[in-house]
């Protein structure tokens, strides 16, 4: 990790009701440079919606050649993004700790 970095830090709960204001959080990191860090360790709830978004933040950052990595990523943000077999779509195959 660079000291350019930017830390996310997920929210408790990521659902339907709070993607709104997580695709702004994204949106303004993708606008800086530097390395990002999405930290899952306080994820208890994590829906559909919230994973498919961070799907798709991944896939555009990796495209422009900055991934995205993963700092301790919850029990529970593992295991809904294995359920629906998006783990390797937001990097969670990769992520360790």
Same mark, same amino acid.
């Given at each position: ?24 959080? *994204? $949106?303004?990191? &993708? =606008? ?7 930290? #899952? !360790?306080?994820? +208890? ?5 919230? *994973? $498919?978004?961070? &799907? =798709? ?7 422009? #050649? !900055?991934?995205? +990595? ?23 195959? +990769?992520?360790?700790?």
């Amino acid at each position: 990790m660079s000291n350019n970095s930017q830390t996310l830090v997920c929210n408790a709960v990521m659902d339907i009701a709070t993607v709104a204001d997580l695709k702004t959080q *994204l $949106q303004e990191i &993708a =606008s800086r440079s530097g390395a990002v860090v999405l930290d #899952g !360790s306080q994820v +208890e709830r994590i829906d559909t919606a919230a *994973l $498919q978004l961070l &799907a =798709s933040f991944h896939r555009e950052m990796t495209r422009v #050649g !900055s991934p995205p +990595e993963w700092q301790s990523p919850s029990n529970v943000l593992r295991q809904s993004a294995r359920l629906l077999n998006l783990d390797r779509h937001i990097g969670l195959d +990769e992520a360790t700790g």
